[in-house]
């Protein structure tokens, strides 16, 4: 059984940085397609981004593009979201996913794997 645990979420000023792990028990994440979702209250699922798990190739949201980028530290069997610059809309819940590719890496339904979120606030 794959469960993945996300952290590193908080509560930080607009124009801050957080970095977020997805750690995996029951799986090796390089062998997957990680992907980033967030949800905001009242809102549907997001796609942030996803991270590639044969060639690491990667895909960044347009609403964070810039700003998020994801990468992987396969000897901790750890995928990172770091968020640079961050602004109040990006306040929600942050979920990473596993899948087999990250083709429609936006979909939600591509994914087989969830953690159980963590909470990011940005707020003065």
């Known amino acids: 059984q794959v469960q993945l645990v996300e952290s590193g979420g908080g509560l930080v000023q607009p124009g801050g940085s957080l970095k977020l792990s997805c750690t995996a028990s029951?799986?090796?994440?390089?062998?997957?397609?990680i992907a980033w979702y967030r949800q905001a209250p009242g809102k549907e699922r997001e796609g942030v981004s996803c991270i590639s798990g044969n060639d690491n190739g990667n895909y960044i949201g347009d609403s964070v593009k810039g700003r998020f980028t994801t990468s992987r530290d396969n000897a901790n069997n750890t995928v990172f979201l770091q968020m640079y610059n961050l602004k109040p809309e990006d306040t929600a819940v942050y979920y990473c996913?596993?899948?087999?590719?990250?083709?429609?890496?936006?979909?939600?339904?591509?994914?087989?794997?969830w953690g159980q979120g963590t909470q990011v606030t940005v707020s003065s």
């Open positions: 029951g799986a090796t994440l390089k062998h997957y397609a």
């Open positions: 996913a596993a899948g087999g590719t990250c083709w429609s890496w936006y979909e939600p339904e591509e994914f087989d794997y």
